[in-house]
């Protein structure tokens, strides 16, 4: 038997950053259902953890992050999409992946506290937090909006229906976020603004599934929830600004829990 104290033991071989990664995929394959490129993409997180990467360091190609990640790089670069659309890394053509700041995301601590919308409780939380917070601007818009925020709400609300209109996805999502931007714009509260934007970076994470990739069956209804939003808005009607943005988030909701009952059970 060795008794050769703990602390005089030779240390023990680390893994690699990306080695840790990949063995997390065990770990998650003991949870609930989880899309790969959901799972991809909190495994590039821990690489950059582990490798303790900051702010403009290069991170691996997608293709020898697939191979690592014993995935396919159709699944890398989905993951890439969602940790870009947060603001976690940064792909510059023709240079490579790079890890980016993610400041201004809820976290408690730089990369350990990410939010992971593993739970469907944790979604409808979200809903809740953002119907509080986008109710309160809508109403406050109704009574302070300047005509020049009234105009930018209204421009947000053409581009959502001419983004639906001709199929144009990327459009129609871009001035679905100018349109609750303006909203709480015109709110004149910095602190209703900072929640509803950073709700909604959330929100994004917790759709990183890609139901927000194609047009589904809410959205014509989206386009029109808009509009009503915007008129009552117009029309200094704050009680009614606040029940349409309410309506609009409770569908939104069943839009979501009906994609996701759809996808988990055919």
Known sequence: MNDTPLTEAAPPVQPSPVETAAANRSDEARGAYRPGYEIVAEQILDYIAQGRLVPGDRLPTEIDLAKTLDTSRAVVREAVKILSALGRVRAHKGRGLFVADDEGMLVTSRWGGFFRPVDIDHVLMLFEFRRVQEMAASSLAATRATPAELRAIEVAVQQCRHGFV??????FNQADEDFHAAVTAASHNAFLASAVRDARRLQRQ???????DTFGEGTERAVEEHEAIYRAIRDGRPDEAAEATAAHLNRTLEDYRREIQRRLFG
């Open 206 to 212: 917790s759709s990183a599934i890609g139901i927000h």
């Open 166 to 171: 001709h199929r144009q996805i990327d459009e």
